[in-house]
């Protein structure tokens, strides 16, 4: 308790309040054997950015190298990660421009959640799967004509009227042949 309580008595009230929240969802999930365990790797994470700020590649790959020892499942990983890019998103640190650091540890997630999310197998029914994405992408669409331009909005909309309006054919009237409304079958 007392380790613990170190990581939420500094002399930051802000990362005091942070930790803090870290501390109730490490505990809420139930994730780490030892809680102090990403609390620990966080305060890491402070130590590389104040001593490596000019060298964002080295930051990122001594955190990898400090959670590697730790030797985390890749969920556990992923929460760390969360946690420290969303500590540098929130959190003011004067003239230090932290983002080239947020960026790779951003990239460090993306790749971890696709460790941690398991692929789906493809199933029998291909077309409701593609009528799905179809349905998300017509509900987004009037929100993405509206970022484009107005020459690709005017192309698209001519791309898609085929499937809205019947498509007008030309009609002649031959010699001999009844008109509409002449029933009596009189020739011109």
């Not at 490490?26 to 402070?46: C, D, M, R, W, Y």
């Not at 789906?120 to 029914?125: E, F, H, R, S, W």
Request: glycine residues 4%; negative net charge.
């Amino acid at each position: 308790m007392e380790a613990l309580e170190g990581y939420i008595k500094t002399e930051c009230e802000y990362q005091n309040g942070f930790v803090f929240k870290m501390l109730c969802e490490v505990l809420k999930q139930g994730q780490f054997e030892n809680p102090e365990t990403p609390l620990h790797l966080f305060s890491i994470a402070e130590l590389l950015f104040a001593e490596y700020i000019e060298h964002p590649l080295k930051v990122v790959q001594l955190y990898v190298e400090e959670t590697d020892k730790e030797k985390l499942n890749p969920n556990q990983r992923l929460f760390v990660y969360e946690w420290v890019t969303k500590y540098i998103k929130q959190s003011e640190f004067g003239e230090i421009d932290l983002t080239p650091i947020n960026d790779l540890l951003i990239s460090q997630k993306k790749k971890l959640k696709a460790e941690t999310q398991p692929i789906k197998p493809l199933d029998n029914n291909i077309r409701e799967t593609l009528k799905e994405l179809m349905q998300k992408e017509l509900e987004a669409l009037p929100e993405t004509l509206k970022g484009l331009e107005p020459v690709q909005r005017l192309n698209i909309l001519c791309k898609l009227i085929p499937f809205v309006l019947p498509k007008v054919e030309s009609v002649s009237h031959e010699l001999n042949e009844p008109s509409e409304g002449n029933s009596k079958g009189f020739k011109w």
